[in-house]
């Protein structure tokens, strides 16, 4: 089970997530020399990041490039347009409401 990163400190979380990018490679099969040659990231410093948790965004997002994993990345930041709590909550519970119809 996947602790809730919401509830850790921002250096344990930077071990959980290198933790789960190396479970990942792993259950891809993919030694960490795969992985540096797929993502263009030394095999020094994936050993270093997946040990660690330490690295480079840039590296970061070459190792999650490699992996498949961008889309998780981008979703982390989506953008609304509220400008407020109020809007926000006004959009959500709309959005919650709004039929939904398939086309014929």
């Known amino acids: 089970m996947k602790t809730p990163l919401q509830f850790l400190h921002p250096d344990d ?7 789960r990018l190396r479970a990942t490679r792993l259950r891809l099969g993919w030694k960490q020399s795969t992985l540096a040659d797929r993502s263009g990231v030394s095999l020094p410093t994936i050993r270093r ?13 070459n190792l999650c490039f490699a992996l498949g994993l961008l889309d998780e990345v981008g979703e982390l930041f989506q953008t609304t ?10 959009m959500t519970s709309a959005h919650k409401n709004k039929r939904q119809r398939g086309t014929k």
């Open 13 to 19: 979380t930077k071990g959980e997530i290198a933790a």
């Open 49 to 61: 990041y997946e040990s660690t948790g330490q690295t480079s965004m840039s590296n970061f997002l």
């Open 81 to 90: 347009n509220a400008n407020s709590i109020a809007e926000l909550e006004a």
